[in-house]
């Protein structure tokens, strides 16, 4: 393979959710009356169409998770936290007038501010 390729896991990671996403269009249509996409053409096709989709869709859910865990990809990637929330994006001030002013970004007390209320 080419220097920066993903590899044969990549290229299986790949294929498998292209021709499991066409084989979904497929029951889709057919469920639903809608067009189909094209038939397979060549071994390939036929063989991740007509064997390889069917057989992972009987495996049960705990054997697919195990055999993703076990195979070396971004799917193996744990993702960091969510980051800490920092309020709304603009929020309403009453100024010593008594006029409504928008501010926008963080409030004034979490940014350590003295806020005249």
Same mark, same amino acid.
């Given at each position: 393979?080419?220097?920066?390729?993903?590899?044969?896991?990549?290229?299986? +990671?790949?294929?498998?959710?292209?021709?499991?996403?066409?084989?979904?269009? +497929?029951?889709?249509?057919? %469920?639903?009356? @809608?067009?189909?996409?094209?038939?397979?053409?060549?071994?390939?096709?036929?063989? @991740?169409? %007509?064997?390889?989709?069917?057989?992972?869709?009987?495996?049960? @859910?705990?054997?697919?998770? %195990?055999?993703? %865990?076990?195979?070396?990809?971004?799917? +193996?990637?744990? @993702?960091?936290?969510?980051?800490?929330?920092?309020?709304?994006?603009?929020?309403?001030?009453?100024? +010593?007038?008594?006029?409504?002013?928008?501010?926008?970004?963080?409030?004034?007390?979490?940014?350590?501010?003295?806020?005249?209320?």
């Amino acid at each position: 393979m080419a220097a920066g390729s993903p590899g044969f896991f990549g290229w299986l +990671r790949s294929n498998s959710e292209h021709y499991l996403l066409v084989a979904a269009h +497929r029951k889709l249509a057919a %469920r639903n009356g @809608w067009p189909a996409p094209r038939p397979p053409k060549g071994l390939k096709e036929l063989f @991740w169409l %007509r064997v390889f989709a069917p057989v992972y869709a009987l495996l049960p @859910w705990s054997l697919r998770s %195990r055999i993703m %865990r076990a195979m070396p990809g971004s799917h +193996r990637k744990s @993702w960091a936290p969510p980051p800490r929330g920092l309020g709304p994006a603009a929020f309403p001030q009453i100024d +010593r007038a008594g006029e409504v002013a928008i501010r926008y970004g963080t409030p004034p007390e979490e940014q350590g501010e003295k806020h005249d209320g």
